[in-house]
T-cell receptor, first 116, second 116 residues
Framework: EDKVVQSPLSLVVHEGDTVTLNCSYEVTNFRSLLWYKQEKKAPTFLFMLTSSGIEKKSGRLSSILDKKELFSILNITATQTGDSAVYLCAVETGMYSGGGADGLTFGKGTHLIIQP | DAGVIQSPRHEVTEMGQEVTLRCKPISGHNSLFWYRQTMMRGLELLIYFNNNVPIDDSGMPEDRFSAKMPNASFSTLKIQPSEPRDSAVYFC??????????????FGDGTRLSIL
């Protein structure tokens, strides 16, 4: 059974701190790893990683994948109260060769709270 | 561009009633996914379609659940009869993928379902 484990489950820091969120996985037929941010409604897409060792960056957020050790990290620097959310890690597996996408297996998420 | 559109946003109904959730994917996407989110189990994949064809429904909890995708711009998830344990937020997501290119899944705002 495919498994995605995130840590920590919750984290409280002060504005301006840097945080690192962890995601490890055990899946068959790995295709990609994705990070999402969920506030009150829908998960919103942050990063999609397919290659090991290549950092993806967007403003104060960055992420990297290690396919040998089967984990990824999400870094947020100079945190702001607007970064408070649940951050979800998900893995897409390539079970089907028909050319379409495959469903995602999600971790339980890290609940991040940024205090002013 | 319009995102994934789900309806209704909220549904409250009594146990035993039929519930139908609706989803319009992003135009041009060839894959559609139904997920369920609860506090206990997190986000779980129920079923997904590639080019309107159901690929994997192993996540559908019971025969009471069924899903259809009659065309590229519409899908339904039906629960009949509904039970209190079906109460959750149901998300629809869509993406485009072919053999060379994979894009991330984008989520609708969800339907919050409460079965009394």
């Amino acid at each position: 059974e495919d498994k995605v484990v995130q840590s920590p489950l919750s984290l409280v820091v002060h504005e301006g701190d840097t945080v690192t969120l962890n995601c490890s996985y055990e899946v068959t037929n790995f295709r990609s790893l994705l990070w999402y941010k969920q506030e009150k409604k829908a998960p919103t897409f942050l990063f999609m990683l397919t290659s090991s060792g290549i950092e993806k960056k967007s403003g104060r957020l960055s992420s990297i994948l290690d396919k040998k050790e089967l984990f990824s990290i999400l870094n947020i620097t100079a945190t702001q109260t607007g970064d408070s959310a649940v951050y979800l890690c998900a893995v897409e597996t390539g079970m089907y060769s028909g050319g379409g996408a495959d469903g995602l297996t999600f971790g339980k998420g890290t609940h991040l709270i940024i205090q002013p | 561009d319009a995102g994934v559109i789900q309806s209704p946003r909220h549904e409250v109904t009594e146990m035993g009633q039929e519930v139908t959730l609706r989803c319009k994917p992003i135009s041009g996407h060839n894959s559609l996914f139904w997920y369920r989110q609860t506090m206990m189990r997190g986000l779980e994949l129920l079923i997904y379609f590639n080019n309107n064809v159901p690929i994997d429904d192993s996540g559908m909890p019971e025969d009471r659940f069924s899903a259809k995708m009659p065309n590229a711009s519409f899908s339904t998830l039906k629960i009949q009869p509904s039970e209190p344990r079906d109460s959750a937020v149901y998300f629809c997501a869509s993406s485009f993928r072919d053999r060379e290119l994979g894009q991330p899944q984008h989520f609708g705002d969800g339907t919050r379902l409460s079965i009394l």
